[in-house]
């Protein structure tokens, strides 16, 4: 059994009612009695995926799912001599099935609408959310409506959306404003809202914590390195390590490590500070734009995450964003989108600052695909080189 539960308050509160936030204005998590989870459950063999831990998962209907989960976990030995790190890791979540991690906690979200009974889905989005909202509702023939800030969405995310049916409306202003109007209009309207401040959704996303630990032979990494956005995965993570832990399956949790744009850090800042509130970024820029928010929903939980796991916040600029988007295709054959790569980026300058320490083992989180902002890719990437069709010009451009 479980309850949705205030991290600020303790109150509890029913798991079919439909609910955001605590009447204290606090965040909510899905809380579990372990005492009735039996962890051969979770350990048991199986193919990697979300619905392999479903003892750990709140809906009791048949889910919603495009078999996402079980993306790979590569170890990356040529960045490990590089970086000059005994071990490291790149769950590539850009493997789903719509290219993002956010397909994760949309089988959970959209699976608990339809148990809910509710009749539409919504969201506010950088981009892979609204793509990831689109494509479950299609699955589960439920309409959705997504917001978007006008200009600042990479165009593979828009055309998933569109493709798949949703109601996209691109308004004037940021992520931050297209938040809120998405809240009132399920408030108003009685649409389910699947943002991450939504507990429900972030219970999908920390199957990422159980993939990487049943990688590794139910042991965890050292570190976990992340991008931060609106800070539900970073929490997500945690919290599935931590109840790995509280289970007897894994004996830690590893230190949580988020890395933000150095033009949108507001948990950077507030972790400089030694801080649980955050001091929002009314303009938040950077060329990695799943991670372009400025007044991240989770942010609590994501300190909280942070400091409880003995972690660390950094920011690294967008050329330290793509210098490893470049080096991360190049030196592993693993493409991401730039906010993926800030990961690698954050990696290198923890090492740096001593942060990390060189016989650690780390993971790190790579969030999205390459293919979901090619225009990003192709501006930072050399040109084709043209060549006349003759076989003497091939060589020439091949051998100098």
Known sequence: MYVQRCIECGREYAPDEVVYTCECGGLLEIAYNLDDIDPSTITAPGRLCVWKYRSLLPVRREPITLLEGGTPLYRCN???????????YVKHEGMNPTGSFKDRGMTVGVSKALELGMKVVACASTGNTSASLAIYGARAN??????????????????????????VLSIQGNFDEALELVRQLCESE??????????????????????????????VPDCV??????????????????????????????????????????????????????????????????????????????????????????????????????ALAQREGIGVEPASAASVAGLKKLLDMGV???????????????????????????????VDATIEAVKRAVFG
């Open 142 to 167: 439920i309409p959705a409506v997504v917001l978007l800030p006008s200009g600042k969405v990479a165009l593979g995310k828009v055309a998933q959306a569109l493709m798949h049916g949703a109601k």
């Open 78 to 88: 040529e960045l490990e001599r590089e970086l000059g790190i005994r071990e490291l």
């Open 225 to 326: 390195v992340l991008p931060v956005g609106n800070a539900g995965n970073i929490s997500a993570i945690y919290k599935g390590f931590r109840e790995l832990r509280d289970l007897g399956i894994t004996e830690s949790v590893p230190k949580m490590c988020g890395i933000q744009a150095e033009g949108s850090k507001p948990i950077v800042e507030a972790f400089a500070a030694r801080a649980l509130e955050i001091a929002p970024e009314p303009t938040p820029e950077t060329v990695a734009t799943a991670i372009r928010i400025g007044n991240p929903v989770n942010a609590k939980k994501a300190l909280s995450a942070i400091y409880e796991s003995g972690g660390y916040a950094v920011d690294v600029s967008d050329e330290q964003i793509l210098a490893s988007q470049r």
């Open 190 to 219: 009685g649409f389910y809202l699947l943002n991450s401040v939504n507990p429900y959704r972030l219970e999908g996303q920390k199957t990422i914590a159980f993939e990487v630990a049943e990688a590794l032979g139910w042991h």
């Open 356 to 386: 990390i320490q060189e016989d650690e083992s780390v993971v790190c989180i790579t969030t999205g695909h390459l293919l979901k902002d090619p225009e990003t890719a192709i501006a930072n990437s050399p040109p084709p080189i043209e």
